[in-house]
């Protein structure tokens, strides 16, 4: 099940451009459109949930599942020293699409946390080939 206008269904209903790494009958993986890093992937489950409040347990241990997987990934493909795994809840936690999403994003020593307000658009070209370096490692 899918809402209609939220961003993360028109992707899993294929309605708008995403660089996916990865999808499966229960959840797809794909670049983050402003990235903190290059390699700043998104994996969301394919039906429609707000956040982690909303999502039955299992299926949120399956997204987790997918999280580990996708971590070691990113990881290898573009050769980041960690790794931070981050999911917002909220307006207040600075939720910006309501549909529940885990953020893997690779990082490096000495590197600072942008505030998304400081996070620029990142070009189609660039975030496909990205992907593809990950993919390599799935």
């Known amino acids: ?72 990934a990113v990881k290898r493909g573009v050769e980041a020293e960690g790794i931070s795994i981050t999911q917002h809840n909220g307006r207040a936690a600075n939720q910006r699409v309501f549909h529940l999403h885990v953020h893997v994003i690779p990082r490096y020593e000495g590197q600072r946390f942008p505030w998304p307000d400081e996070l620029s658009e990142a070009k189609r070209d660039k975030l496909d080939a990205i992907a593809q370096k990950i993919r390599i490692h799935m």
């Open 1 to 72: 099940m899918t809402d209609p206008v939220c961003p993360f269904c028109k992707l899993v209903r294929k309605e708008g451009e995403a660089s996916v790494v990865f999808e499966d009958d229960r959840t797809m993986v794909f670049m983050d459109t402003r990235p903190v890093t290059d390699g700043h992937t998104l994996v969301i489950p394919k039906v429609h949930y707000e956040n982690i409040y909303d999502v039955p347990e299992d299926e949120l241990a399956y997204v987790y599942r997918v999280v580990k997987r996708v971590a070691g």
